[in-house]
């Protein structure tokens, strides 16, 4: 089979995501799956689908038309502020947006005229993580011009929380955003279709004791994917943690004279060495580098230990029986390594697990063993 490769096993994405519909839904608040991790890969997508999604949401245009091309029809919405420039295709394949430049939501408006389309306008909200956002004291005159603006449909307000700062929202900052929510509709009269929190780091606040306010909505991405909380790190109870693995050859196998002394090549930690003072190691190399991942978000093979990494070449040292040539190892990576492995040219992406038939919701709960494809 083709290396290196990605397995991707798409009845733990699919449950994963029924896991946390399931833990919402009572909580009132819908799960959007993220894609952008995967680069719209739209099998994945599908999964998250055929797990309750209510819809998809992506951070690029280009991923959100490999998932069109794909044959998918439902919503999908662009999570990172379109750039103007981009204003036709945002308007042509998203339904809506999240926004917080004027000129940019003037650009989607003549954009969604020419198209012939009603565009949907979320307005982000700088909440504390210092990313993007429209300051709280601003929005209520923001949301008036969008109102008046022909084309666009004010259908929001979106948080986001953790991706810049690291730091997960409280309890205040999020009574603070549904106090916002129920503000703007005193202000200036619409119903705000989405309320939407946040993401994966969101999940601690939304599973937790607390009510969850005016949050009707949550972008969930790296939960789905990967079954851990973003910023503890944490597996969330009862989810799949490896439903990607990254596989790789090995292309070299022996015992070396470790060498005698610390030699420091390059300045950065992309080029470390790990020293060996004494002794006879034993040594692998896979035909992975920093081409294909982020090294440093693979997990080593039990016994194993990351010796380096060049642009094409992984090398490990080992305590146990060295693999042959020719072999594969097997990795589970990081958020930062799918995403960099899922957008590596040389990385084939093979699916495992029953693929969609339907762009429908109809084969939900059916099928779970696993077939290859
Ligand atoms: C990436 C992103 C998400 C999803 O984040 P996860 O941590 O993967 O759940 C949600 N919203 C926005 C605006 C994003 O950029």
Partial sequence: MSCPRIEVDLGKIRRNTQTLVARLGPRGIRVTGVTKAVCGHPAIAQAMLDGGAS?????????????????????????????????????????????TEILVISALAAAAIRNSSVHGIILMVEMGDQREGILPENLADITQQVMQMPGLALIGIGANFACLSGLAPTT??????????????????????????????????????????????????????????????K????????????????????????????????PNLARRRIAQVSGVSKRFIV???????????????????????TSDHLVIGTSRPLPKVGSEVRFQMNYNA????????????????????????????????????
């Fill in 235 to 266: 597996q969330i109870g009862g989810m799949h943690t490896d439903a990607f693995t990254l596989v790789a050859e090995v292309i070299e196998s022996n015992a070396k004279p470790a060498p005698a002394a610390i030699a420091l090549v390059g």
């Fill in 338 to 373: 799918l995403m960099h492995s899922m957008a590596a040219p040389d990385v084939k992406v093979k699916l495992l697990g029953t693929p969609p038939t339907t762009p429908s919701r109809d084969i939900q709960g059916k099928s779970d063993h696993l077939v290859l494809v």
């Fill in 172 to 233: 205040l900052q999020m009574s603070n955003f549904s106090d916002l929510a129920n503000e703007i509709e005193g202000a200036c009269g619409p119903l705000l279709k989405v309320v939407s929190g946040g993401n994966s780091a969101n999940l601690p606040w939304a599973l937790g004791e607390r009510a969850t306010g005016r949050v009707n909505d949550l972008r969930l991405g790296e939960a789905i994917l990967l079954g851990v909380e973003p910023v503890s790190g």
């Fill in 55 to 99: 819809g998809l949401a992506d951070a690029r245009i280009s991923n959100v038309q490999r998932l069109r091309s794909a044959g998918m029809t439902g919503s999908i919405t662009l999570i990172r502020t379109p750039m103007s420039s981009q204003a036709d295709q945002v308007a042509q394949s998203c339904e809506a947006s999240y926004n």
């Fill in 287 to 309: 035909a992975i580098g920093h081409q294909d991942t982020d090294i440093l978000g693979i997990s080593m093979p039990d016994g194993s230990t990351l010796i380096g990494a």
